[in-house]
T-cell receptor
């Protein structure tokens, strides 16, 4: 079992729809959780992080964390073609290192 | 804020040569820098963690004698790929943060092609 698992996709949604990206992790000691966006050929850029159970909203993005289920998700509302990218879930242990999932490729169709 | 640069952005070299990649934090003091490698269509794989002034901690399976990491100052870490071979061709990305900061700030990456 991978430490951080994501559906590879591709996930395709129409413009304006909600995109839902999911991530599960195996280490119950994980402390913090991150979502990064990576465009083809570029390095990752941070979208948001979440530490506590529940929802965290930032603009069109909402991260949801459920530590009991070891599950973290990212919702993108009003998806735009510019949101088309690979989304990486990363999980930190208390050692401070990040373990990344393989990423989910999202395509937003105009 | 929290800008990280890498140099060079792209390098092509002959098999057997060594290549040095620099990672700089431009507007903060990076107590920790991370080096990742990413092959096409794959995720980021952590190679090593480097703390300023101490030896890097390498992940399992990463040859420390082949991938030399130096973190001599709070704003600069270097990765040297020694005796590079075609299988070392990859996208090398550094990230950095400071003490107490969980978020990592990524550099733009260096694309290495070994012929």
């Amino acid at each position: 079992q991978k430490e951080v698992e994501q559906n590879s996709g591709p996930l395709s949604v129409p413009e304006g729809a909600i995109a839902s990206l999911n991530c599960t992790y195996s280490d119950r000691g994980s402390q913090s959780f991150f979502w990064y966006r990576q465009y083809s050929g570029k390095s990752p850029e941070l979208i948001m992080f979440i530490y506590s159970n529940g929802d965290k909203e930032d603009g069109r993005f909402t991260a949801q964390l459920n530590k009991a289920s070891q599950y973290v998700s990212l919702l993108i509302r009003d998806s735009q073609p510019s949101d088309s990218a690979t989304y990486l879930c990363a999980v930190n242990t208390n050692a401070g290192k990040s373990t990344f999932g393989d990423g989910t490729t999202l395509t937003v169709k105009p | 804020g929290a800008v990280v640069s890498q140099h060079p952005s792209r390098v092509i070299c002959k098999s057997g040569t060594s290549v040095k990649i620099e990672c700089r934090s431009l507007d903060f003091q990076a107590t920790t820098m991370f080096w990742y490698r990413q092959f096409p269509k794959q995720s980021l794989m952590l190679m090593a963690t480097s703390n300023e002034g101490s030896k890097a901690t390498y992940e399992q399976g990463v040859e420390k004698d082949k991938f030399l990491i130096n973190h001599a100052s709070l704003t600069l870490s270097t990765l040297t790929v020694t005796s590079a071979h075609p299988e070392d061709s990859s996208f090398y990305i550094c990230s950095a943060n400071w003490q107490g900061q969980e978020t990592q700030y990524f550099g733009p990456g260096t694309r290495l092609l070994v012929l």
